[in-house]
């Protein structure tokens, strides 16, 4: 049959609307399906991008005046050594926010690389966009507090034990252990990194946890100003190193005696160091509150339990009595907290979140 001229034309223009239309389409669909990954965190069927040899966690190069001290503070278990294979786990683990009810939250959406692994934040938000009842503490060095104990209060006797309780929060993640375990089965990605870690694949709340410790254990700082004057290879400033005359020194519980060198943490919160709060009392309600690491400190306000301190200024001056310290040592002091910073922590692609 021979086509009129008109016919062609007639033709031609519907199968281009044709195509306009189902262009839309499925330009609509991937703009609905962006959504979707947008707001439900890691989108189903994302996959986590590992480096085809797996990053150096057991044995990492630390300054050697470093890692003469910390062998009698390391809470590391004989149960759970840290193997580079665990803390690849640990670290997809960490990330995933399939371990939230609603794939909205993950352990580093509280504890963010870019914060020294904490939060900006005064209180972080939960699955639900409800507030958490304490401010994000940062997780630099837990390794190195020697009770283990976690939490403000240490109502965790271990790592292990700590990080499944944020998982079964009502606030926090909100799921069950064995809501748990069934999603991280689910997941195409965790068989071969359980065979990798634990031998098998098998998928348990205790080889969660376990692996989840061994990549928190793993985020450890060395690579400061302090480590290198330490090493010889820079030198403090005068202000700086007036700073920690002050902060060995001065007073009569010094700073180092809650926050000891090299890595600056202790496991005995002194008694009257803690922020006085009527609606919290901390460790055993005794007005005490678990130490953290002041490496990296300058980069992780908010201060304390709850958030309320929002500044180093004002932590040294009249937020805290036991803190305060009289102006002319204030600059002084921050100087030398400054060098503490190590921004190789927060870059290290070995910390990173493997999704994006």
Request: aromatic share 8%; charged share 15%; net charge positive.
């Amino acid at each position: 049959m021979k086509l009129t001229k008109s016919a062609v034309l007639l033709l031609i223009a519907a199968t281009g609307s044709l195509f306009q239309y189902c262009s839309k389409a499925g330009a609509n669909a991937t703009t609905a399906a962006n959504a979707s990954t947008e707001t439900n965190g890691t989108a189903a069927g994302s996959l986590p991008q590992l480096p085809p040899v797996v990053f150096n966690y057991l044995n990492p190069v630390i300054p050697a005046y470093i890692a003469s001290v910390l062998p009698a503070v390391d809470n590391t278990p004989a149960s759970n050594p840290i193997t580079n294979e665990g803390a690849t786990l640990g670290r997809v683990l960490f990330y995933d926010k399939n371990l939230s009810k609603n794939n909205t939250i993950s352990c580093g959406s509280c504890h963010s690389p870019s914060m020294s692994f904490s939060d900006s934040a005064v209180k972080s938000k939960g699955f639900l966009g409800a507030a958490t009842t304490r401010h994000s503490m940062a997780l630099l060095n837990v390794r190195y507090y020697q009770s283990g104990k976690m939490f403000w209060d240490e109502r965790s006797n271990t790592l292990e034990e700590q990080v499944l309780q944020p998982i079964q929060n009502a606030v926090e993640m909100g799921m069950s252990l064995t809501e748990l375990e069934t999603k991280v089965s689910a997941q195409s990605y965790y068989p071969a990194l359980f065979q990798k870690a634990f031998g098998s694949s098998q998928v348990n709340s205790d080889r969660i946890a376990k692996a989840l410790a061994q990549f928190v254990r793993s985020i450890v700082t060395y690579s400061s100003k302090y480590d290198l004057v330490k090493q010889g290879l820079a030198s403090f400033t005068a202000e700086e190193r007036d700073g920690e005359t002050l902060f060995l020194t001065a007073g009569n519980r010094t700073c180092a005696g809650c926050h000891a060198p090299p890595m600056f943490i202790t496991s005995n919160p002194i008694s009257g160091f803690g922020l006085a709060d009527a609606q919290d009392q901390g460790i055993g309600n005794s007005g005490r509150f678990k130490s953290g690491s002041l490496r990296n400190i300058a980069l992780t306000a908010p201060y304390f339990h709850n958030g309320s301190v929002p500044t180093l200024q004002a932590m040294l001056g009249s937020a805290i009595p036991a803190h305060g310290v009289p102006p002319q040592d204030r600059a002084k002091l921050l100087a030398f907290m400054q060098t503490l910073t190590d921004q190789a922590c927060l870059t290290e692609e070995k910390f990173a979140n493997p999704f994006k």
